[in-house]
């Protein structure tokens, strides 16, 4: 199946395709060549999603042509999408043969034979699941393995990943590109979109940079001049000069208390305890970053500051007032005037898709602001400041691209929590997670010139460059407990080892 | 060019009206009619004629309040498929209020105090699965449909026994509480049972719709049923406005027995308005929201009601009943492609889709 039939050779030449009256990709021409890693980099909305698709044969081409040379058998194109396409209820094998079953006679479904195929598979290409996990308890990295050992199971010999780091650990991520790297010196062709330039740089062969909707750069990747390099991808990606980068700023010198957080504990229905006696601090004008692989515990942290989980004991106190724990909704409002959060899954907790970007802006706000002239100028400022593309607030926030839904979550927490007068803290879960390098820049600066206004800020991310750049103490989470707090100068082994639950110094 | 999108999006409108008719000439055609004239006669019994018209707006009347309560449920998220006994027992405890009222109270007193009796006891009865549903969890469908059934006990059983009534039906409402017909102002329409109820219901679906569009309560309803984590997150009390919804929406359900018991009988009569409260569901469906197109959905599905009983002598009404859910369904697959065809003009930008595990399974699957 695998063996060391080559891959294809895609070759993309003028290639257009429209959404409606936009073009998502205006004229973009590159080959894909089978034997090497792929990068495609560029902002949000620059096309590259959409690049890939086309390539691989979901979405009308308007424009150009796709090209698919070698080997007739071995020119099937898989793609592995952003959002995992995985049925949740089945478990790992069933999903891994789903649209592809063998089966018996009289259409029986063959799971005996898909298993010995799949184990097969798994050990020629060294990706690795549990076949009989239920997709909804494996772990992102695992889920992730399985999308590309699905496409692998149809016999692509090309693979297209689009994001696929997004919401992986870095240690995760490297494993991927260590297998990408496996897969391609068999002679599969891999293209991955990433927002990383550093993976770029650390594990690519091949780099293209798309902006708005063409293809302004291509070549090949020179490790021995990697600074140079990021340089110029950067320019090419934003095209001007690379945003200057943000540093926290300094600490007042007696701060006072913003958010205090003792013995928090949360027991999951499952009886296992989420939070374990969470212990944290952050002071007004300060910046602590929560780091930790994905899964110990980020989002319920989240979630209980926020007093959306109902069960959850332990105390939190804001501006160095404590807080009940939230019965009522007079509770969660008076909640609302001291803390901002953003949560971490922005569509599952912070956006409705379907309504317009000027709804989402005011979520929640419709009782504090007090007419529609002031919602109107909310909306305004709101767009304008965290430069909000399309700037246009009556478009259905699901057509925008993840960077700028980013950005509306973002500005509706820190704009409303700057107005309020019993501000305290914002609480912010993965603030630049799939979000391109422009976009994180004003992400980042936001953040910064919260702090400098007084806020406590809490940065849970699973970047862990963003975590070094923006805090001014690093805390690591790690199976709901904060296991180690370090400068954050550390060393990303020193990081890495408290993350992974093991002693830190 | 906007033109052209607007005729290629009404475009499967006309055709599914055309296979409506095509398939009206079959049936009349079937049961040995000549096709022509049984159209002839349908047409007259409708729009054809000026009674016609009368009779198409009262048929459909009821219909704008049911599927307007059908439809501000269903921005919330919510299925209230609750309306019919929401309705039935309004329209009995509104018709009681109504005839003990003294006869010499005016109308402008007498009126709103027997809506305003019916639209409590609609909320009322939607209160039981609203309250469970946000409570306990349980799902809106099978709890309305359980009151259905036991409003269904009661009703016989209330009239018979409480209300003494051999014939199933309350005494006569005082007149303050008749709303008049329209053939007072329009001497037209004489003879048809159309009142001043249609437009009192075409005025509740602009201004309901309108609250629901620009209000704070009506877009943090139309906010939780598109999102109600990112709500709760935002500190909006989602399990108030659902509940909410769902009383509002039986309360306009309650309303289509100023249709019916005040409009039209003057009393209230075992099963009357029966069946509005399933239609209502067709007409918000059809609707697709706006309050135009409830109104558009409600006075077409009037007319087909009314074209069944115009040429009942000659094809049987059972025929007709399976005209009028065959049409339903061809107006629906029609405005879901016209749908498509606007979405597809419409939609900008690179498509972050949302699709359920499933869906998108099965499109792998068809791939």
């Given at each position: 199946m695998l063996g060391s039939v080559r891959g294809p050779v895609i070759k993309i030449e003028g290639l257009g395709v429209r959404y409606g009256n936009f073009w998502a990709v205006r004229d973009a021409s590159v080959t894909l060549e089978p034997g090497v890693i792929h990068a495609i980099i560029g902002e949000n909305g620059a096309g590259k999603s959409t690049l890939l698709k086309a390539a691989a044969g979901f979405v009308p081409i308007v424009t150009g042509n796709v090209r698919v040379e070698g080997d007739a058998n071995a020119s099937t194109i898989g793609m592995v999408h952003q959002h995992f396409m995985l049925v949740?209820?089945?478990t790992a094998l069933e999903n891994l043969v789903l649209g592809a079953e063998p089966t018996q006679?009289?259409?029986?479904?063959d799971l005996a034979r898909a298993r010995t195929r799949a184990n097969e598979l798994m050990k020629q290409s060294g990706l690795s699941v549990?076949?009989?996990?239920?997709t909804r308890d494996m772990a992102v990295g695992e889920r992730q393995r399985l999308e590309i050992l699905r496409v692998l199971f149809r016999g692509a010999r090309a693979v297209l990943l689009d994001e696929?780091?997004?919401?992986?650990s870095p240690i995760e991520a490297e494993e991927l590109y260590a297998t990408l790297a496996r897969l391609a010196k068999e002679g599969a062709t891999i293209a991955v979109v990433t927002h990383h330039l550093d993976e770029v740089i650390r594990f690519a062969h091949h780099v293209t940079v798309m902006r708005r909707g063409r293809t302004v750069a291509s070549r090949s990747i020179d490790r021995t001049q990697s600074a140079a390099l990021e340089d110029e991808l950067t320019r090419a990606i934003m095209g001007g000069e690379p945003p200057a980068p943000t540093k926290a700023p300094s600490l007042p010198d007696k701060p006072s208390e913003a958010l205090t957080i003792d013995n928090l504990v949360l027991v999951d229905g499952s009886g296992?305890?989420?939070?374990?006696g969470v212990r944290l601090s952050v002071k007004a004008g300060e910046i602590v970053g929560v780091a930790g692989?994905?899964?110990?515990g980020q989002r319920e942290l989240g979630r209980a500051v926020a007093g959306l989980e109902p069960n959850v004991t332990g105390t939190i106190a804001l501006g160095g007032k404590p807080f009940e724990p939230v019965r009522s909704m007079d509770d969660m409002r008076a909640r609302r005037r001291a803390l901002a959060v953003v949560h971490e899954d922005r569509h599952a907790d912070g956006l409705?898709?379907?309504?317009?970007v000027g709804d989402n802006l005011v979520l929640g706000e419709l009782g504090e602001l007090s007419s529609t002239m002031d919602e109107k100028n909310a909306v305004v400022r709101r767009i304008d400041h965290f430069g909000i593309?399309?700037?246009?607030?009556?478009?259905?926030?699901?057509?925008?691209s993840g960077g700028n839904q980013q950005k509306i979550v973002m500005a509706r927490a820190l704009d409303r929590i700057e107005a309020s007068a019993a501000r305290a803290a914002v609480v912010l879960g993965?603030?630049?997670?799939?979000?391109d390098v422009g976009a994180a820049a004003v992400i980042h600066r936001a953040i910064v010139s919260a702090a400098e206004r007084g806020l406590g800020v809490l940065v849970i991310s699973a970047d862990l460059g963003e975590l070094k750049r923006l805090s001014h103490r690093i805390v690591v989470l790690s199976g709901g407990r904060i296991v180690a707090e370090l400068p954050p100068d550390s060393p990303d082994d020193v990081i890495g080892r408290a993350m992974l639950g093991m002693e830190a110094a | 060019m906007k033109s052209a999108h607007d005729i290629r999006a009404a475009l499967p409108i006309v055709l599914a009206i055309a296979g409506g008719v095509l398939l009206f000439d079959l049936m009349a055609f079937g049961f040995g009619q000549a096709p022509a004239s049984a159209l002839r006669m349908a047409f007259d019994g409708t729009w054809g004629t000026a009674y016609g018209i009368g009779q198409v707006l009262f048929k459909a009347t009821p219909l704008l309040f049911t599927g307007l309560a059908f439809e501000v449920a269903l921005r919330a998220g919510?299925?209230?498929?609750?309306a019919e006994g929401q309705l039935a027992l309004a329209s009995l405890v509104g018709a009681v209020v109504a005839s003990k009222?003294?006869?010499?109270?005016?109308a402008v007193v007498a009126l709103p105090i027997v809506l305003c009796v019916a639209a409590a006891t609609g909320a009322a009865v939607a209160f039981v699965p609203a309250i469970l549903r946000v409570r306990?969890?349980?799902h809106e469908i099978i709890t309305a449909i359980m009151v259905n059934r036991i409003v269904d006990a009661i009703l016989p059983w209330a009239l018979a026994?409480?209300?003494?009534?051999t014939s199933l039906r309350t005494a006569d409402i005082a007149p303050g509480a008749a709303l008049p017909r329209l053939e007072r102002v329009f001497?037209?329409?004489?003879?048809?049972?159309?009142?001043?109820a249609f437009p009192l219901a075409v005025v509740s679906v602009f201004v309901v719709i309108e609250l629901l569009r620009r209000s704070r309560v009506g877009r943090e309803i139309r906010w939780v049923g598109l999102r109600a984590e990112a709500c709760r997150a935002e500190g909006i009390a989602v399990e108030q406005r659902l509940l909410l919804a769902m009383l509002l929406s039986g309360a306009v359900a309650a309303l289509a027995v100023s249709s019916t018991a005040?409009?039209?009988?003057g009393y209230y009569e075992l099963?009357?308005?029966?069946?509005a409260g399933w239609s209502g569901i067709a007409v918000a469906m059809l609707g697709r929201g706006s309050a135009m197109g409830i109104v558009l959905a409600a006075v077409f599905l009037g007319t087909l009601e009314q074209a069944g009983l115009a040429v009942n002598a000659r094809v049987p009404k059972e025929a007709m009943d399976v005209l009028e859910a065959a049409l339903i369904v061809l107006v629906a697959v029609a405005t879901r492609a016209a749908a498509k065809e606007e979405a597809a003009n419409k939609r900008d930008d690179e498509p972050f889709e949302e699709k359920p595990a499933r869906a998108a399974a099965t499109e792998e699957v068809a791939r």
């Amino acid at each position: 199946m695998l063996g060391s039939v080559r891959g294809p050779v895609i070759k993309i030449e003028g290639l257009g395709v429209r959404y409606g009256n936009f073009w998502a990709v205006r004229d973009a021409s590159v080959t894909l060549e089978p034997g090497v890693i792929h990068a495609i980099i560029g902002e949000n909305g620059a096309g590259k999603s959409t690049l890939l698709k086309a390539a691989a044969g979901f979405v009308p081409i308007v424009t150009g042509n796709v090209r698919v040379e070698g080997d007739a058998n071995a020119s099937t194109i898989g793609m592995v999408h952003q959002h995992f396409m995985l049925v949740s209820a089945f478990t790992a094998l069933e999903n891994l043969v789903l649209g592809a079953e063998p089966t018996q006679s009289f259409g029986r479904l063959d799971l005996a034979r898909a298993r010995t195929r799949a184990n097969e598979l798994m050990k020629q290409s060294g990706l690795s699941v549990n076949l009989d996990a239920t997709t909804r308890d494996m772990a992102v990295g695992e889920r992730q393995r399985l999308e590309i050992l699905r496409v692998l199971f149809r016999g692509a010999r090309a693979v297209l990943l689009d994001e696929p780091t997004a919401v992986l650990s870095p240690i995760e991520a490297e494993e991927l590109y260590a297998t990408l790297a496996r897969l391609a010196k068999e002679g599969a062709t891999i293209a991955v979109v990433t927002h990383h330039l550093d993976e770029v740089i650390r594990f690519a062969h091949h780099v293209t940079v798309m902006r708005r909707g063409r293809t302004v750069a291509s070549r090949s990747i020179d490790r021995t001049q990697s600074a140079a390099l990021e340089d110029e991808l950067t320019r090419a990606i934003m095209g001007g000069e690379p945003p200057a980068p943000t540093k926290a700023p300094s600490l007042p010198d007696k701060p006072s208390e913003a958010l205090t957080i003792d013995n928090l504990v949360l027991v999951d229905g499952s009886g296992k305890r989420v939070l374990d006696g969470v212990r944290l601090s952050v002071k007004a004008g300060e910046i602590v970053g929560v780091a930790g692989i994905e899964g110990n515990g980020q989002r319920e942290l989240g979630r209980a500051v926020a007093g959306l989980e109902p069960n959850v004991t332990g105390t939190i106190a804001l501006g160095g007032k404590p807080f009940e724990p939230v019965r009522s909704m007079d509770d969660m409002r008076a909640r609302r005037r001291a803390l901002a959060v953003v949560h971490e899954d922005r569509h599952a907790d912070g956006l409705m898709l379907q309504a317009s970007v000027g709804d989402n802006l005011v979520l929640g706000e419709l009782g504090e602001l007090s007419s529609t002239m002031d919602e109107k100028n909310a909306v305004v400022r709101r767009i304008d400041h965290f430069g909000i593309f399309p700037a246009d607030a009556e478009r259905a926030a699901g057509s925008l691209s993840g960077g700028n839904q980013q950005k509306i979550v973002m500005a509706r927490a820190l704009d409303r929590i700057e107005a309020s007068a019993a501000r305290a803290a914002v609480v912010l879960g993965q603030p630049t997670r799939g979000v391109d390098v422009g976009a994180a820049a004003v992400i980042h600066r936001a953040i910064v010139s919260a702090a400098e206004r007084g806020l406590g800020v809490l940065v849970i991310s699973a970047d862990l460059g963003e975590l070094k750049r923006l805090s001014h103490r690093i805390v690591v989470l790690s199976g709901g407990r904060i296991v180690a707090e370090l400068p954050p100068d550390s060393p990303d082994d020193v990081i890495g080892r408290a993350m992974l639950g093991m002693e830190a110094a | 060019m906007k033109s052209a999108h607007d005729i290629r999006a009404a475009l499967p409108i006309v055709l599914a009206i055309a296979g409506g008719v095509l398939l009206f000439d079959l049936m009349a055609f079937g049961f040995g009619q000549a096709p022509a004239s049984a159209l002839r006669m349908a047409f007259d019994g409708t729009w054809g004629t000026a009674y016609g018209i009368g009779q198409v707006l009262f048929k459909a009347t009821p219909l704008l309040f049911t599927g307007l309560a059908f439809e501000v449920a269903l921005r919330a998220g919510l299925f209230n498929i609750g309306a019919e006994g929401q309705l039935a027992l309004a329209s009995l405890v509104g018709a009681v209020v109504a005839s003990k009222l003294p006869p010499s109270l005016p109308a402008v007193v007498a009126l709103p105090i027997v809506l305003c009796v019916a639209a409590a006891t609609g909320a009322a009865v939607a209160f039981v699965p609203a309250i469970l549903r946000v409570r306990r969890g349980v799902h809106e469908i099978i709890t309305a449909i359980m009151v259905n059934r036991i409003v269904d006990a009661i009703l016989p059983w209330a009239l018979a026994t409480v209300l003494g009534s051999t014939s199933l039906r309350t005494a006569d409402i005082a007149p303050g509480a008749a709303l008049p017909r329209l053939e007072r102002v329009f001497p037209a329409l004489t003879g048809s049972a159309a009142s001043f109820a249609f437009p009192l219901a075409v005025v509740s679906v602009f201004v309901v719709i309108e609250l629901l569009r620009r209000s704070r309560v009506g877009r943090e309803i139309r906010w939780v049923g598109l999102r109600a984590e990112a709500c709760r997150a935002e500190g909006i009390a989602v399990e108030q406005r659902l509940l909410l919804a769902m009383l509002l929406s039986g309360a306009v359900a309650a309303l289509a027995v100023s249709s019916t018991a005040l409009g039209y009988k003057g009393y209230y009569e075992l099963g009357l308005g029966a069946g509005a409260g399933w239609s209502g569901i067709a007409v918000a469906m059809l609707g697709r929201g706006s309050a135009m197109g409830i109104v558009l959905a409600a006075v077409f599905l009037g007319t087909l009601e009314q074209a069944g009983l115009a040429v009942n002598a000659r094809v049987p009404k059972e025929a007709m009943d399976v005209l009028e859910a065959a049409l339903i369904v061809l107006v629906a697959v029609a405005t879901r492609a016209a749908a498509k065809e606007e979405a597809a003009n419409k939609r900008d930008d690179e498509p972050f889709e949302e699709k359920p595990a499933r869906a998108a399974a099965t499109e792998e699957v068809a791939r």
